[in-house]
């Protein structure tokens, strides 16, 4: 199973921007369905936007226009660019891929937006 490992996370004030990456222990995205959940106190991880095999984002309404998903298969990252961030936007983030069945987590990066 690939392990993969976040990072980029922080605080932030509203209105501001983070980019958080997601490390693989192996080149797999190029043959994998990549993309971040989130998970906020008290609620249940909710779907932020994933990037398709041939390189198509989608991305949740919540954050459409806002957040951008990308990859580089070089470097067996997955980005996630988050702009204009709000405070519902707090979470713990979580990157996955999904490749032949097989699904992988990584461990979760904390974003906090608050003044």
């Known amino acids: 199973q690939v392990q993969l490992v976040e990072s980029g996370g922080g605080l932030v004030q509203p209105g501001g921007s983070l980019r958080l990456s997601c490390a693989a222990s192996?080149?797999?995205?190029?043959?994998?369905?990549t993309g971040w959940y989130r998970q906020a106190p008290g609620k249940q991880r909710e779907f932020v936007a994933f990037?398709?095999?041939?390189?198509?984002?989608n991305y949740a309404d919540s954050v459409k226009g806002r957040f951008t998903i990308s990859r580089d298969n070089a470097k067996s990252t997955v980005y996630l660019q988050m702009n204009s961030l709000k405070p519902e936007d707090t979470a713990v983030y979580y990157c996955?891929?999904?490749?032949?069945?097989?699904?992988?987590w990584g461990q979760g990066t904390q974003v906090t937006v608050s003044s």
């Open positions: 996955y891929a999904a490749q032949s069945g097989v699904l992988s």
């Open positions: 192996r080149n797999i995205f190029s043959g994998s369905i």
């Open positions: 990037i398709m095999r041939d390189g198509a984002p």
